[in-house]
């Protein structure tokens, strides 16, 4: 039922963490399609929210006239880190 609320649904192996994803994706729309688009926004599964409005977040990146890329994150420390632990 995901058509309903979107116009593609990509199903593809889970490599390359979420930004092969993310890459996978725009590769999909095409690159030379991307300036069609006013705004690309890019998320995982593991992301909940919105919490609060985001007109806050949208409207401050407005303000940014000499930016074309932005994110923004917050994560709780993980010990041992994931990716860093020695083990």
Known sequence: ELHQVCDDVLQRENTDYDVGAYRDALRHIGWDRLPEYEEVILTNHTFY??????????????SWDDVDFWGITEHAAMRPHPFLARR
């Open 49 to 62: 929210a919105p919490v609060r409005p985001w007109s806050g977040v949208f409207d401050r990146a407005d």
